[in-house]
């Protein structure tokens, strides 16, 4: 069973710019979910995702976008690109079901320079 | 606010030996809590799930157990192997919303 992919690896930008960061999830997964691991800061919620619809949002500016597309995949946007939004940034995907585990891929290191 | 504690020094045990973890948390009431193992430039990976009303669950050589009254959680790896070293995250769920709240997680080191 394939795990949750994400592209691009590694993206580097500058500041004022624009990312898009993608995800696709564990096949049957419906949510996903998006956190950010800055360095020293460890790994905050970002944005959870459900059936197409946001679910919930982590303490974030709304230059953090996303959505959710039919097939479950899912897609980050981050405007206005800022020195402190280099992170890994990590997608996570779990079954609909109440309870179940959040698995993660590995991640797309954003760079911003 | 909420906050969740491991320890942040990095652990060091010998080979053979089981490795304790700590995760303590105040101002939660999570309805379950999760152990991942994170290497140098991956993602987490997913070990164990233990729900609030469970006391203790395992996995192969990993143990873990919950105790809401202490709000606490210890994570066990016996029979510790250099395979094991890696830096291992709790995160908590409350029952509402589906958000993982991490900690800092602590770094294991594990020597022949």
């Known amino acids: 069973e394939a795990g949750v992919t994400q592209s691009p690896t590694h993206l580097i930008k500058t500041r004022g710019q624009q990312a898009t960061l993608r995800c696709s999830p564990i096949s049957g997964h419906t949510s996903v979910y998006w956190y950010q691991q800055a360095l020293g800061l460890g790994l905050q919620f970002l944005l959870w995702?459900?059936?197409?619809?946001?679910?919930n949002r982590g303490n974030f500016p709304p230059r953090f976008s996303g959505r959710q597309f039919p097939n479950y995949s899912s897609e980050l946007n981050v405007n206005a690109l800022e020195l402190e939004d280099s992170a890994l940034y990590l997608c996570?995907?779990?079954?609909?079901?109440?309870?179940?585990?959040?698995?993660f891929g590995d991640g797309t290191r954003l760079s911003i320079l | 606010s909420q906050k969740i504690e491991q320890n942040s020094e990095a652990l060091n045990i010998q080979e053979g030996k089981t490795a304790t973890l700590t995760c303590n948390y105040t101002?939660?009431?999570?309805?379950?809590l999760q152990w991942y193992r994170q290497d140098p430039g991956r993602g987490p990976v997913f070990l164990l799930l233990?729900?609030?009303?469970?006391k203790e669950k395992r996995k192969e050589r990993l143990k873990v157990t919950f105790d809401t009254t202490l709000k606490q959680s210890l994570f066990h790896i016996t029979a510790s192997q250099p395979a094991d070293s890696a830096t291992y995250l709790c995160a908590l769920r409350g029952a509402a919303g589906n958000k993982l709240t991490f900690g800092g997680g602590t770094r294991v080191l594990v020597k022949p």
């Open positions: 996570a995907s779990s079954g609909g079901t109440v309870g179940q585990p959040q698995h």
């Open positions: 101002n939660y009431s999570p309805a379950y």
């Open positions: 995702y459900d059936e197409g619809e946001e679910r």
């Open positions: 233990i729900r609030e009303n469970e």
